[in-house]
């Protein structure tokens, strides 16, 4: 770890000490490091450092501490790679690292899990992970570092939580029957802390189990004394019927053979399961603006609401590659844990809630065995684990609000960002981020990217052509790069003629196991022949963009209802783009780009020839009567 705060300051390069030696700089740094990742107003800081008589260059005093240790900061990084940043924020200063590198946060994690596990029956795995918490203290907490107001009653806090989780940890041992070593530990601390009942009842009963009852006796009579004089009260109820069931010998004090532990792997003290961030991430910078606006900051004190960000898009349009580079970007404002879990929402049989419980539960620590068996027993555990923790949780490829809800924290310290291809107005307060096409120049910036700036400027019109041929969706543009890497030889111009001259050009893009079809199979595979049929109809219109009256015309559509029913069903499943402008017609559609040439493979490409006759005879039982002549069709003006 290269930050220590459980006893003298400590700042480990890779190679050096970085701790600074000047007191007011490690004071300023201790209280960074106490709010470690979160904002330290500027007034704090000052008062920490002069208490109420602040000199009249107190800010730019401070200024300067900040900037030393940005110095000290910088060095080490340049030297062995980032340690550690100091930022400004609006009003006051934050010091942004790993979690992992600071005890503080490594000591919390080992305590909730050996709290957890004690709670859980577990006294095994939790005297172990309580044990391997205390050994981070090697002294009082900041135990070479001048303390204001602020950081004394930190210290005091840590002091607080140091000797709950001692506590814990005796308390395990007793659990496992090791109360003869826990004497002579338990009369040391009655000595170091004469009031502190709970550590004498320890004392009492590890004495009773050695058979030393006179001695457990003594020593409640002891406490008993010491509470009279120091503060005129008598032990409180539960050491009063410890005492009398000592006294009678109570076999409900025996020590229980502890149980057989079971074994398991080894978890991280953090869940960190967030996939490889892509390296061409290109574009999207309002969208990211708006998520980071509502989850980049501190939490509001008066927030109560858990932060959701619903992320919509039709196929192709990068939903994924948004999520993970979004909580990449976000990772540093939740250093308690980050689950990414792919909801498969479109897939043939969708994530179970219970099952993607049952894998957070056990990221978190819970043995297998102690996971509740139903779906609300598990719901509830897991907002119970994670109501103090800020945790981020990614759910990609939801299928519904229904999907999700079981999943959700009760805890506005966390935050969810979910990607479906379906709104959900189940979910009151969630920010909405639709993702489209890119913009022209990100389209073009993510295939320089991937293959390269030279031969995109040797060559901008075929490139921009690229780009324009599949609609800027994010998946085709990158299929066009995955082509172009696997052909080096190949120059952007032949690829589009090839690609233009082909008549089913999309299949022109698959590379050896990478096929840009697959997910459209995928999808189009769970729709029936009807939507089917469809689909394959409407991309033989000449405009991408129409309103649900002008399907009817073109489908040749009897029955009123089933153009909403149909439309409807293919904007659900992400192959049509639901327009911003409605007019009196109602809503008007798009058929992406990339979906129109899929379409029209699967209508007259490769693949048996009965399926075209089978899609008009589907059409037909359903009120569809679409003209036989193809070329006919492709020409006609429909009104858009």
Request: aromatic share 4%; net charge negative; with cysteine.
């Amino acid at each position: 770890m290269h930050f220590r705060i459980l006893g003298p300051l400590e700042v480990k390069g890779k190679i050096y000490s970085l701790t600074p030696q000047a007191p007011k700089l490690r004071s300023v740094l201790a209280a960074l490091l106490l709010n470690y990742n979160k904002s330290v107003y500027t007034d704090s800081l000052i008062d920490e450092l002069w208490n109420a008589d602040p000199p009249a260059s107190c800010h730019t005093t401070l200024q300067t501490y900040i900037y030393q240790l940005r110095k000290i900061f910088a060095v080490e990084t340049a030297r062995s790679g980032p340690l550690a940043s100091i930022v400004t924020r609006p009003a006051g200063y934050a010091i942004e690292l790993d979690p992992v590198d600071f005890d503080l946060h490594v000591f919390t994690q080992l305590a909730e899990r050996g709290n957890l596990a004690l709670e859980a029956g577990d006294p095994q795995l939790a005297a172990e992970r309580l044990r391997q918490a205390l050994e981070l203290w090697r002294d009082v907490a900041l135990a070479d570092v001048q303390r204001g107001l602020l950081l004394q009653a930190h210290s005091a806090r840590l002091e607080e939580e140091r000797l709950r989780t001692l506590e814990s940890r005796i308390e395990a041992d007793l659990q496992l029957a090791r109360h003869r070593r826990l004497a002579s530990e338990l009369r040391s601390l009655t000595i170091q802390h004469p009031l502190h009942e709970g550590f004498h009842a320890k004392l009492m009963l590890s004495l009773y189990r050695s058979h030393r009852r006179h001695e457990a006796l003594q020593t409640y009579q002891r406490l008993r004394e010491t509470l009279d004089r120091e503060l005129g009260i008598d032990p409180n109820t539960e050491l009063q019927q410890l005492q009398h069931a000592i006294l009678n010998a109570d076999r409900s004090l025996d020590a229980v053979p502890p149980r057989e532990s079971v074994e398991v792997t080894a978890v991280p003290a953090v869940p960190a399961q967030l996939p490889r961030d892509t390296g061409d991430f290109t574009g999207r910078g309002e969208e990211l603006a708006a998520l980071g606006a509502l989850l980049g900051g501190d939490t509001p004190d008066d927030a109560t609401a858990v932060p959701i960000a619903l992320v919509t898009g039709a196929i192709g349009s990068g939903k994924t590659a948004f999520l993970v580079h979004a909580g990449h970007r976000l990772r540093a404002r939740y250093p308690d844990g980050q689950f990414f879990v792919d909801m498969r929402g479109s897939r043939t049989e969708p994530a179970e809630p219970a099952q993607v419980l049952e894998e957070m539960l056990r990221a978190l620590g819970v043995r297998p065995q102690h996971v509740p068996g139903t779906l609300d027993e598990r719901s509830r555990l897991f907002r119970s684990l994670v109501s103090d923790r800020r945790v981020l949780i990614v759910l990609d490829d939801v299928a519904s609000a229904a999907q999700v809800g079981p999943l959700l924290p009760g805890s506005p310290r966390g935050a969810v960002l979910i990607s479906s291809r379906l709104p959900m107005p189940e979910l009151p307060g969630a920010l909405s981020i639709e993702l489209g096409e890119l913009p022209y120049d990100a389209a073009l910036s993510l295939l320089a990217a991937s293959v390269g700036d030279d031969r995109v400027t040797a060559d901008p019109v075929s490139a921009a052509a690229l780009v324009r041929l599949f609609g800027r969706l994010p998946l085709a543009v990158r299929a066009v790069g995955t082509r172009l890497r696997a052909a080096p030889s190949e120059s952007p111009a032949a690829l589009v003629t090839k690609l233009t001259d082909h008549p089913w050009p999309l299949s022109e893009l698959r590379v050896r196991h990478y096929d840009v079809r697959t997910e459209l199979d995928e999808t189009c595979r769970q729709l029936d022949e009807q939507h089917r049929a469809a689909l394959r109809w409407l991309a033989l219109r000449q405009e991408q963009t129409f309103d649900a009256h002008s399907a009817v015309r073109f489908l040749r559509i009897h029955d009123a209802r089933a153009d909403l029913r149909l439309l409807g069903g293919l904007h659900d499943a992400g192959l049509l783009q639901l327009g911003h402008r409605h007019d009196e017609a109602g809503p008007r559609y798009r058929l992406p780009e990339l979906v129109r040439l899929y379409a029209q493979d699967q209508h007259s490409g490769p693949g048996p020839a009965e399926e075209v006759p089978q899609q008009r005879e589907a059409l037909r039982g359903h009120g569809f009567r679409p003209a036989s002549d193809v070329s006919w069709i492709a020409a006609r003006q429909d009104p858009p």
